[in-house]
């Protein structure tokens, strides 16, 4: 990777880790505040969140009907999810260690805190707990994936590609085999030394 590319990816993680501070700095206006895994709100928040919370049958006459027709198949994937959620596990947990690579934490993507939010009522916080969890796993899986890509083919490919994951852009260009063997080696020895 050449020294400009090098600077420039070090300027888009300057810039997220901005992003991520400012985006912190907001959400301490909203007068919430993180202690563990609870979050808890000023005592005037709260009151209004349960003042614009819709009761189930409101909320139920009120609710798309495509959504109640369409509801038994999305809950349907809760068991592919849980299942794709055992076998990446596992996978991490068994090869992981033996490959050197420092282990993903899942709890670092898969976040239940919604159900904290008094304005929802008990379905919407159920949908929710769906999202969290289904969104949650896959970028826990993605990022797994993207540590097995970096140990064993660390290499963009010729095609553009949408949605790669973050450590894509720092991989060998295609075609680039100069040194291969040694910088593969240079991945796999970071992939051990991250936290």
């Given at each position: ?66 959504n ?8 349907a ?6 299942m ?112």
């Amino acid at each position: 990777m050449n020294d400009k590319i090098s600077q420039i990816l070090a300027q888009m993680a300057a810039l997220e880790e901005d992003l991520r501070q400012a985006v912190q700095e907001k959400e301490s206006r909203i007068f919430f505040q993180i202690k563990g895994k609870r979050v808890t709100f000023e005592g005037s928040v709260k009151m209004a969140h349960r003042k614009l919370k819709n009761n189930f049958f409101r909320w139920l006459v009120t609710n798309r009907p495509q959504n109640l027709i369409t509801g038994p198949i999305i809950y349907a994937m809760v068991l592919p999810l849980m299942m794709l959620d055992f076998f990446v596990s596992f996978y991490q947990f068994t090869c992981f260690p033996i490959y050197g690579i420092t282990k993903v934490r899942r709890s670092d993507y898969i976040v239940f805190d919604r159900h904290q939010l008094g304005f929802l009522n008990f379905i919407e916080k159920f949908h929710c707990t769906y999202c969290e969890y289904g969104n949650g796993l896959m970028g826990y899986m993605s990022e797994i994936l993207a540590r097995t890509e970096q140990y064993f083919c660390p290499i963009k490919h010729a095609h553009k590609i949408l949605g790669t994951h973050g450590r894509y852009h720092r991989f060998l260009n295609y075609g680039d085999a100069a040194d291969y063997e040694a910088r593969l080696e240079e991945f796999r020895i970071a992939l051990g030394k991250e936290k």
